[in-house]
């Protein structure tokens, strides 16, 4: 019988769109690099300083930009509850972080667990069920129908110049009042909003990747001025860029 809960680490190059669907509760964490999730209408960035809470037998979509590794524990379902939603993203505490990290020295395996790794594991699952109640609020939805998609591929490959809602709407064959409809049909919110939501998340990339000036990447996102976008960067995360890029750091 393969063990309780056990724990991995691997590297990914980068790759389309994948579904993974697991018979085990999933956390998943990028320790480099980040990662693309999606599942129900909406999109995550998986960046080192968070987590994905995955149900078992929940389907999700995957997605690697860059190189990545990542480190994820299984949880049998017998050992741990249902987490607090199929799907959940949220900040890692340094408890948490740790927590990761020691569980690590156990893989799969069919011998059982030690007392000492059993009671990791189960702190773990504590540590990270709680967290998982409080889950990010840095999202971006994904859109059902193809137009709505195409709009925001279209939006997102144009964050780092200026993007005009009235082109976007051009291309995907709808007036801007149409596609305005659609965005507030299928996300519950303006188009302005997702924008801005994705000027964040595309910051939140490159804060993870390296160590680009803040500045630069501020740029990069769209904005023409440092402070507009350490305002908006706040207000998403509670947190500024450099705090934020702290974090990932041991």
């Known amino acids: 019988m393969t063990r309780k809960a056990f724990s991995f ?3 990914f ?4 769109e994948r579904e ?3 018979d085990r509760h999933y956390l998943l964490c990028a320790s480099a690099g980040s990662l693309r999730l999606e599942a129900a209408g909406r999109a995550w960035l998986l960046p080192p300083a968070r ?8 389907p999700i979509r995957v997605s690697i930009p860059a190189p990545v590794t990542t480190a994820s524990v299984l949880f049998d379902t017998a050992f741990a ?3 607090p939603a199929p799907l959940t993203v949220f900040d890692l505490s340094p408890l948490a972080r740790a927590l990761v ?6 893989g799969e395996s069919e011998d059982p667990l030690p007392a000492y790794g059993e009671a990791l594991f189960a702190a773990l699952a504590a540590v990270t069920w709680r967290l998982a109640e409080q889950p990010s609020p840095v999202v971006v939805p994904a859109g059902r129908s193809p137009e709505l998609r195409q709009a925001l591929r279209l939006t997102e490959q144009r964050l780092g110049e200026e993007v005009r809602f009235e082109d976007v709407a051009a291309e995907v064959g709808l007036t801007p009042r149409s596609l305005a409809r659609r965005f507030e049909a299928e996300t519950g919110m303006t188009w302005q909003a997702v924008l801005r939501r994705m000027r964040v998340l ?9 160590d680009t000036p803040v500045t630069t990447i501020a740029y990069a996102a769209g904005y ?3 402070s507009a976008f350490n305002a908006a960067f706040r207000d998403l995360t509670g947190r500024t860029p450099t705090e934020y890029r702290a974090s990932f750091r041991p």
């Open 202 to 210: 595309r910051a939140i990339e490159q804060l993870a990747a390296g």
């Open 13 to 16: 190059a980068p790759g389309p």
């Open 101 to 106: 990290a020691e569980c690590g020295a156990w």
């Open 51 to 58: 987590a994905a809470l995955i149900e078992a037998k929940r």
């Open 81 to 83: 509850p249902a987490p």
């Open 20 to 22: 993974l669907c697991v």
């Open 224 to 226: 023409v001025s440092l």
């Open 9 to 11: 680490v691997r590297t």
